[in-house]
């Protein structure tokens, strides 16, 4: 992923960022480096974070190294989007996904939303013990596995939280763990061509969001699933 200028509590740095020059924030905390060329990574409050006035530049990842080659391509870059090439229309099925961990690794759950043109689906089930990036992906895998056969050809907006996830699915990250979860959720996604992955800020008032992080959290807390919550959408 690429890198931009901030400001940091009255210091100039380097800041990981979306394509779109956004700062990805992960648990809550985003990845910066002091000095150009620098290999080590600190993780800050987003909070601290200043944009620079006029400062439009997008950093690869091999600038920021001084290698010739970065872990990341340009097309893999702009792969992690925060909107959808197509708006939503009446038709389109949302889907907001969140894990959650109560340690890492420690008891997890995850929340799917789902949004069909006719009603809501809500889900919060307890995973057991597992990792911050196996709730997520299994957020993601049971949100494309409670679609229908019939979407097939309908429009598909997934968004998620998680950075990482998206990296590895859509972003040309290589994952090192996870692997058989990973091409469980690719499976899913090939069924479904109009399928978009896209990033959404997570705890930034996004109502779906939210909803998806409140019943990954129940169950993690209460360490149960709950039945799925089917009611009439809402417009």
Request: glycine fraction near 8%; charged fraction near 30%; hydrophobic fraction near 35%.
């Amino acid at each position: 992923m690429p890198w931009k200028k901030y400001e940091f509590k009255g210091q100039t740095v380097y800041v990981r960022v979306l394509a779109t020059g956004k700062p990805i924030v992960h648990r809550g905390r985003v990845e910066l480096r002091y000095k150009l060329g620098a290999r080590k990574s600190y993780k800050a409050a987003p909070d601290n974070l200043v944009e620079l006035p006029d400062e439009t530049e997008i950093i690869t990842d091999a600038e920021m190294s001084g290698s010739g080659a970065g872990d990341t391509t340009q097309a893999a870059m702009a792969a992690l989007r925060e909107e959808p090439s197509t708006p939503a229309d009446d038709e389109t099925i949302i889907l907001y996904t969140d894990g959650a961990c109560s340690g890492n690794p420690g008891p997890a759950g995850i929340g799917v939303l789902m949004q069909r043109p006719d009603q809501t689906i809500e889900i919060s089930e307890f995973l057991g013990s597992a990792t911050n990036n196996i709730a997520e992906l299994s957020a993601i895998l049971k949100g494309l596995r409670m679609l229908r056969d019939e979407d097939a050809q309908r429009s598909i907006h997934l968004y998620t939280d998680s950075g990482w996830s998206l990296g590895v699915l859509v972003g040309g990250w290589k994952a090192k763990a996870n692997l058989e979860l990973i091409e469980e959720i690719r499976v899913e996604m090939a069924k479904y061509p109009r399928l978009e992955l896209l990033k959404i800020r997570g705890h930034s008032g996004q109502e779906g969001n939210e909803e998806a992080d409140r019943l990954a959290t129940q169950a993690t807390r209460r360490e149960a699933s709950s039945e799925p919550r089917v009611r009439p959408r809402r417009r």
